[in-house]
């Protein structure tokens, strides 16, 4: 596609609910990442996809999150028994390489009530 | 871990104003990318600069890497230039980006 798309935009869930966040890379693009953004603060990383494989899940806060690429294009996020301090705006980015430039999406807004 | 300061915090200019904006980072980094998130969210990507100058219309970009600093430069600023500023940058084989807390400008038509 032209840009990175996210889907949902918006998502509101009850605590303890089970969420997933997808992510539709750029055509072509074989590194995928996820980042997670708190209201007034920078992006923090989450995990990375150089094609199918996960090379990095260090950012992930919990095991609760859970990222899979299965066939090196889109990618989902999911968490699992949401909770309050889940609530951020989840960007996913990606790269035609490694270390190359970031084309983000327009994130999805997760608000956990 | 490698630190990422930016500055001003905060700026406000009357449209048609210049304005510097500067990214200190703390050892030495892979590359370096300048942000612009807009106030609807959407984080555009401006500058993929390690070192060197790039300009792109009335935006331009500065890296001196032996400093360990980078500059963006905005001219002739439009209320459309409004958003959070962010220098983010890459060290080591993690491929992590460590961003800074950003710089928020307001242009004021």
Redo the contacts between chains.
């Keep these: 596609g032209a840009g990175v798309s996210q889907s949902p935009r918006y998502k509101v869930a009850k605590r303890g609910q089970d969420v997933a966040l997808r992510c539709d890379p750029i055509s072509g693009h074989v590194?995928l990442?996820w980042y997670q953004q708190a209201l007034g603060?920078?992006?923090?990383?989450l995990t990375?996809f150089q094609n199918e494989a996960q090379?990095?899940k260090?950012?992930l806060p919990s095991d609760r999150f859970f990222a899979e690429r299965p066939e090196g294009s889109v990618s989902t996020l999911k968490i699992q028994r949401t909770q309050q301090e889940d609530s951020a705006?989840y960007?996913c980015?990606s790269s035609p390489r490694?270390?190359?430039?970031?084309?983000?999406g327009?994130?999805s807004?997760l608000t956990v009530l | 871990g490698i630190q990422v300061e930016q500055s001003p915090p905060d700026l406000i200019l009357q449209e048609g104003a210049n304005s510097t904006l500067r990214c200190n980072f703390s050892d030495s980094v892979n590359n370096l990318q300048w942000f612009h998130q807009n106030p609807w969210g959407q984080l555009i990507n401006l500058f993929y600069i390690p070192s060197g100058t790039k300009q792109n219309g009335r935006l331009s970009a500065t890296t001196v890497a032996t400093e360990r600093y980078s500059l963006l430069y905005i001219s002739s600023s439009q209320t459309t230039d409004s958003g959070v500023y962010f220098c983010a940058v890459e060290r080591g084989s993690n491929y992590q980006l460590i961003w800074g807390a950003g710089t928020k400008l307001i242009i004021k038509p």
């Design positions: 590194s990442f603060q920078g992006p923090e990383f990375y090379l990095d260090s950012g705006v960007l980015a490694l270390g190359g430039e970031l084309f983000f327009e994130g807004r």
